[in-house]
Each structure stands twice: as structure tokens, then as C-alpha cells.
């Protein structure tokens, strides 16, 4: 068990290299199933979660080589199981996404309820609902088996635009027989992603980067190498810790376009960045004030679906709206539990008002003093971090483990970037 131990009151600065998008490697990562040819993956973040999940790959019967950090070639060219270990599974959220290329592969899939953050309910019907009509049976007792002598292409309109069960879909159709299309499908980068990899495995998907996918089946996918896009979600609480901290920072590796839809949403709080190339940097001399709405209303900052902004971010605007002057409501519309960590803040000395499981208002800025807390999920952790490095006094996280499944050598670029943390083993 470790705690980080931080030190607030020192501002950030310096220069990082964005990592490679957690939300697209886990799906990638699965997608290596589809083929019993090599696929060679660059740019896959070492965090906790890409770790379950070549562990997982590595149990089903995967060839896994390790070739340089960020850099792995694996081949699964002898699929042994189709269950997967419930201990490994219960670890990741993303332990869903091997439903999808294993139903594809083998024609079943087992696993337990995946785990992941607890951050309040997370069904999994859309997931059902999609490979239901591409012609897997599903039964639920306690864990869920999938099976199918054959999968066929449909026609499936989403419940809900969901991310992974959207990945689940062309994963399972990529092979179906015939043609599907998914309208109400997500499009974030990382959905993006799993389409360009299976394309370049041979795939045949239009409608990339929009809510409706089109997918015609073919008969075998090959291997290839693949490049995962950076941490958009990463690079947006990074620009919150700067901010907040009242300090500079440069992020390499950045995708100028996945920027804009976090752009309008921290312009509210006062803040802006600059973009060469594909470095970002923040400066330390803006102004953190609230930009009011029209007739000096308070302003939303609430999540929706791609383009729209993440709800991964929204921890992170709450913890940096509190060192900015003004009031703004934070809106976060697709987790019942995960605004509950503000308590935390509150005792830190965050004037934030919980309206309701949703909607939080933000008073600022505030005075935070050092706490002892504890991270609930990955995005509520790094907003702890936040607020400690802003806090007067020292801080202690325990649970960091949940941290550092999103967020890749995070001590260590910390310290580079001049915070005060260390992490300490505790009994």
C-alpha cells in the first residue's frame, strides 16, 4: 500500500510529453484478438489498467513481448480460453471490451461484472443490446456469458452513445457476416482509434469520427502496427493542475483538434493556452476569473457526449474553479457518485455547494489547507493532487493506486515539473 505526500503551495513548470490515450489502448489492446497475425502497438501508456489488460490478454493464450517502453508486439494466435479470470477482471472497467473480438474469435466470451471506478452505476445493456443483434445469446447469473454459432451484420440503433459498448459493436461486426450500421454511436478519439487500428488490420468501417459507423464484415483481419493518439483527458488535467498552481507548462504530443472541445469550457474559468505545432503550453500570467454568461448569469460547465466536453474532466474543473475568482456550476450529468468527493475539498476549505448527486457550485477562489484523503476513482485522485499541490500545508492520498491506473510515472513528472510529492509505502 503507498500514500503520495505532497507539499502545496509550489507552482508547476517545465515541459512533459503527453502519453499515449488510456481509453484507446484498452480497446486496441482487445482488438489484438481479432487476428492470429502479429499486431505491434506503440505509444501504449504504463499505467495500471494497459497492465490488466495485457495480463488478461497474456491468460487467454496471447504472445506477448514487451519491445521498448510504450512499445509491444503481441500475437494470439492460439486463443486457448474464452473466460477470463475473474481476479484480473474485476480489476478494469475495459475487461468489457474483450467481449466484442473473443464473441468474434471464438463465438463466446465469459467473464464476471468488470470493476473500475465507483463512481456510481455503469450499466453494460447497451453492450448486450448491440451484440444481441449482431446474434450473440447472452445469459446473466451472477457473470455474464456471451455466445454464437455465427455473428451476423444488423442494423442497431444505440440507447445511449456509449464509448465501450460502441468498441464492442465494430469489434464483434468487423467479422459479422454481411453489413452493420450503428447510428447513436460515440465518436471520441479513442472510439476513432479503434477504428483507424482495425482498418489497418484490413476492416472495412466508414463513418469514422461521426454517430453513425458502417461496418462490412469480412471473412479474416491481418496484423499491423498501430500508434495510439495521445491523453486528451491527460493533457486537460494537466492544464488544470497549471492553472490552479498558477504555473507554466508545455505538453508535447498534442492533437491540436481533440483541444477544441476543452477550449470553450476552461475559457469560462479564465483559461487559455496556445498551441504550436503540437505543443500546448499554458502561461502563468492569465487572469483566473469567471467569465460570466450574458446579463452577468453563472455560467455551466456541464459534460455531453464528443464534441462535447469530457465528463473525465469534470473533477478536474471543480478542483481548479475553486482557485478562481467568481462562481460557476459544474454540471456532471452521467455518473450519480462521482461529484461525492467534493466533501473532501469542502474540508480542505473549498466553498462548494453539492446540490444535488449532479450539480455542484463552485465559489472562488478559496484558501485550501492540507487533508488526508482518499481517491475514490482515477479523475477524483488527480483533482486531489490538485487540490493539495494548491492546498497551504501537507497532504497525504491513500488509494493512489486508483490514480495511477489513468495517469502514467505520475510522482516522477510531477517532481519534474517542481511539485513537492513523494510516494511512501504504508502498512
Given at each position: 500500500m503507498y500514500e503520495y505526500v505532497i507539499e502545496g503551495g509550489y507552482p508547476i513548470g517545465g515541459t512533459i510529453t503527453a502519453s499515449g490515450n488510456k481509453n484507446a489502448a484498452l480497446p486496441c489492446l482487445a482488438a489484438a484478438l481479432?487476428?492470429?497475425?502479429?499486431?505491434?502497438?506503440?505509444n501504449i501508456p504504463e499505467i495500471q489498467d494497459t497492465n490488466v489488460m495485457i495480463e488478461i490478454l497474456k491468460s487467454l493464450g496471447a504472445r506477448v513481448e514487451k519491445l521498448?517502453?510504450?512499445?509491444?508486439k503481441i500475437q494470439c494466435d492460439n486463443v486457448t480460453t474464452s473466460?477470463?479470470?475473474?481476479?484480473?477482471n474485476k480489476k478494469v472497467r475495459g475487461s468489457i471490451l474483450f467481449a466484442g473480438p473473443l464473441l468474434a474469435r471464438t463465438g463466446k466470451c465469459e467473464m464476471v461484472p468488470p470493476g473500475g471506478d465507483v463512481i456510481g452505476r455503469?450499466?453494460?445493456?447497451?453492450?448486450?443490446?448491440a451484440l444481441e443483434q449482431l446474434g450473440?445469446?447472452?445469459?446473466v447469473n451472477g457473470h455474464f456469458c456471451f455466445s454464437s454459432n455465427k455473428l451476423v451484420g444488423a442494423d442497431i440503433f444505440l440507447d445511449e452513445a456509449s464509448v465501450t459498448a460502441t468498441e464492442n459493436a465494430v469489434m464483434a461486426a468487423c467479422l459479422a457476416e454481411g453489413k452493420t450500421i450503428i447510428q447513436n454511436a460515440a465518436c471520441e478519439p479513442h472510439v476513432q482509434d479503434i477504428c483507424n487500428m482495425i482498418v489497418a488490420m484490413g476492416g472495412k468501417i466508414t463513418g469514422i469520427g461521426s454517430n453513425i459507423l458502417t461496418i462490412e464484415g469480412v471473412k479474416k483481419l491481418h496484423g499491423c502496427?498501430?500508434?495510439i493518439g495521445p491523453d486528451y483527458i491527460e493533457i486537460g488535467s494537466y492544464i488544470g493542475m497549471a492553472a490552479a498552481t498558477k504555473g507554466k507548462i508545455t505538453i508535447k504530443g498534442v492533437r491540436a483538434e481533440e483541444m477544441r472541445p476543452l477550449k470553450y469550457s476552461f475559457a469560462k474559468l479564465g483559461i487559455s493556452w496556445s498551441i504550436n505545432g503540437d505543443e500546448l503550453t499554458v502561461p502563468n500570467t492569465q487572469e483566473l476569473k469567471v467569465n460570466e454568461d450574458l446579463g452577468n448569469a453563472i455560467p455551466k460547465i456541464d459534460d455531453m457526449p464528443w464534441p462535447g466536453f469530457p465528463a473525465d474532466?469534470?473533477?478536474?474543473?471543480?478542483v481548479t474553479a475553486t482557485q478562481v475568482s467568481g462562481t460557476v456550476l459544474i454540471f456532471e450529468k452521467m455518473f450519480e457518485s462521482r461529484m461525492f468527493f467534493v466533501d473532501k475539498l469542502i474540508s480542505m476549505g473549498a466553498k462548494i455547494t453539492l446540490c444535488d448527486p449532479h450539480r455542484a457550485v463552485v465559489c472562488g477562489p478559496s484558501m485550501l489547507h492540507g487533508d488526508h484523503l482518499v481517491s475514490p476513482d482515477i479523475r477524483a485522485g488527480m483533482a486531489m493532487v490538485i487540490a493539495?499541490?494548491?492546498?497551504?500545508?501537507?497532504s497525504r492520498i491513500s488509494n493512489v493506486y486508483q490514480i495511477e491506473r489513468g495517469y502514467e510515472d505520475l510522482v516522477a513528472q510531477l517532481q519534474k515539473l517542481g511539485a513537492k510529492i513523494q510516494k511512501v509505502e504504508i502498512e
Open positions: 481479432l487476428t492470429d497475425e502479429p499486431v505491434i502497438f506503440h521498448s517502453k510504450h512499445n509491444w473466460q477470463l479470470p475473474r481476479d484480473l455503469r450499466r453494460v445493456d447497451t453492450h448486450f443490446l450473440a445469446n447472452i445469459s502496427e498501430f500508434t474532466l469534470t473533477s478536474i474543473m471543480t493539495a499541490m494548491c492546498a497551504h500545508g501537507t
